[in-house]
């Protein structure tokens, strides 16, 4: 089994930064690739943006140069970086990773179960 966990959220002013971490544990054979999803009250589940293996990223367009994803594949951690957060970054904050067990399996996405990110003044 894997297990995919956030962590990291909170209550932010608007224009303060702040860092999401999601760790990945369990029976790992290859992490493909890892993103971050958000969704807020009364809407629908959004892509934040996602990093392959090998580092290339793909963002929601109106979060390029606020928002960075990025990945230590030692750690099999993923992270979001957020800057100038606004009120309507509010929403839970889902990271979801692409995963192979072993090297004969199809790999399965895993996801965890998200961090509460408010920002409020």
């Known amino acids: 089994q894997v297990q995919v966990a956030e962590s990291g959220g909170g209550l932010m002013q608007p224009g303060e930064s702040l860092r999401l971490s999601c760790q990945v544990s369990?029976?790992?054979?290859?992490?493909?690739?890892m993103g971050w999803y958000r969704q807020a009250p009364g809407k629908e589940r959004e892509l934040v943006g996602v990093?392959?293996?090998?580092?290339?990223?793909n963002y929601e367009e109106s979060l390029k140069g606020r928002f960075t994803v990025s990945r230590d594949n030692a750690k099999n951690t993923l992270y979001l970086q957020m800057n100038r957060l606004k009120p309507e970054d509010t929403a839970v904050y889902y990271c979801?990773?692409?995963?192979?067990?072993?090297?004969?399996?199809?790999?399965?996405?895993?996801w965890g179960r998200g961090t509460q990110v408010t920002v409020s003044s």
């Open positions: 990093v392959t293996s090998v580092g290339t990223t």
């Open positions: 979801a990773a692409y995963v192979s067990e072993t090297p004969h399996s199809r790999a399965q996405h895993y």
């Open positions: 369990g029976n790992i054979y290859v992490i493909y690739t």
